[in-house]
């Protein structure tokens, strides 16, 4: 499987991910409300690397088969400050960046599987997957 990789730095990175992203939902036959979501996914993923972990990350993506269903995986790393508090992070409303708190909470409800390996001082990793 191809396997294709953006690091993310600023703005700009979270516009070639979100393009990337949708270029490879497209070519998986996605409909478009899926790759929307998932490109929307991204996006916010990706700008909370470049707000919260000042830049230093990047995402791959991928695409998976499973049984007879097929999807794209996408995994974001940084290597940021970490988060605290996981559960408290997925929760309606909870900011530590003076935000409305939906980043990860409406990422995780945009696509089929979301989950998080953080550890502070170190950095997170987010693996989201959407299914076709």
């Known amino acids: 499987m191809t396997q294709h990789r953006v690091a993310i730095g ?10 990337l992203v949708r270029s ?6 996605f409909s478009l409300l899926a790759r929307t ?35 794209i995986r996408c995994v ?4 940021g400050p970490g988060i605290a508090d996981v559960d408290l992070a997925m929760q309606e409303g909870f900011s530590t960046g003076r935000s409305l708190g939906q980043g990860l909470p409406g990422a995780r409800r945009l696509v089929d599987q979301l989950s998080i390996e953080s550890e502070v001082g170190v950095g997170t990793q987010i693996t989201i997957v959407a299914w076709r």
């Open 76 to 79: 974001f790393t940084d290597r």
């Open 37 to 71: 979501r998932l490109a929307t996914a991204v996006s916010e993923l990706a700008r909370n690397i470049v707000r919260y972990a000042g830049g230093s990350g990047q995402m791959e993506v991928e695409c998976v088969r499973e049984g007879g269903r097929s999807g």
């Open 10 to 19: 600023n703005e700009q990175d979270v516009v070639a991910a979100r393009q």
């Open 24 to 29: 490879v939902a497209a070519d998986e036959q």
